[in-house]
T-cell receptor, first 113, second 112 residues
Framework: DVKVTQSSRYLVKRTGEKVFLECVQD?????MFWYRQDPGLGLRLIYFSYDVKMKEKGDIPEGYSVSREKKERFSLILESASTNQTSMYLCASSLSFGRQPQYFGPGTRLTVL | QKEVEQNSGPLSVPEGAIASLNCTYSDRGSQSFFWYRQYSGKSPELIMSIYSNGDKEDGRFTAQLNKASQYVSLLIRDSQPSDSATYLCAVVDQTGANNLFFGTGTRLTVIP
């Protein structure tokens, strides 16, 4: 069965803190993705990775960085959290070949005060 | 900019009726299409995929694809209150690493 897990369901941080969001998949998927979802704006792609140590910017990478040291794990880093980064963060993974869907983790609701 | 358009709703249907959700996309070369269901406060869950023109049925769900019209739809028969959710249409980006373009979703409410 498809399984994507995220380190926290809810997280509250202060402005200026460094924040780590972790995502782990057990499906041996090559591709992993980080999105944020805000009311009225839909899903927006922050970063994605198609291989270990590889990363590509999505539509809104500013203020974020990522790390992929192992195939199953993809981390999103907020170097200095700001209030406008309060959002739902969703991790997803997919196979790299063919016409494959993405599978999502449960999401992390981040609040930056 | 490749686009996926959905009517944001809300769409309200009575229990037992057919709910029809529609999606149009701009990239004529798109080959793969998915429907996700998202309950409030939860993450998107894949419910249907469709790759060829025509209909694909899975239980109470039917996905319909018309590539010539760049149109994909989802029909939910015998709608139940548990079907109340936001439905996201997604289209594979042919140029990316299986990146998906998502619509903003249609909110469906099934009235008991």
């Amino acid at each position: 069965d498809v399984k994507v897990t995220q380190s926290s369901r809810y997280l509250v941080k202060r402005t200026g803190e460094k924040v780590f969001l972790e995502c782990v998949q057990d499906m041996d998927h090559e591709n992993m993705f980080w999105y944020r979802q805000d009311p009225g704006l839909g899903l927006r792609l922050i970063y994605f990775s198609y291989d270990v140590k590889m990363k590509e910017k999505g539509d809104i990478p500013e203020g974020y960085s990522v790390s992929r040291e192992k195939k199953e794990r993809f981390s999103l880093i907020l170097e200095s959290a700001s209030t406008n980064q309060t959002s739902m963060y969703l991790c997803a993974s997919s196979l790299s070949f063919g016409r494959q869907p993405q599978y999502f983790g449960p999401g992390t609701r981040l609040t930056v005060l | 900019q490749k686009e996926v358009e959905q009517n944001s709703g809300p769409l309200s249907v009575p229990e037992g009726a057919i709910a029809s959700l529609n999606c149009t996309y701009s990239d004529r070369g798109s080959q793969s299409f998915f429907w996700y269901r998202q309950y409030s406060g939860k993450s998107p869950e894949l419910i249907m995929s469709i790759y060829s023109n025509g209909d694909k049925e899975d239980g109470r769900f039917t996905a319909q694809l018309n590539k010539a019209s760049q149109y994909v739809s989802l029909l939910i028969r015998d709608s139940q209150p548990s079907d109340s959710a936001t439905y996201l249409c997604a289209v594979v980006d042919q140029t990316g690493a299986n990146n998906l373009f998502f619509g903003t979703g249609t909110r469906l409410t099934v009235i008991p």
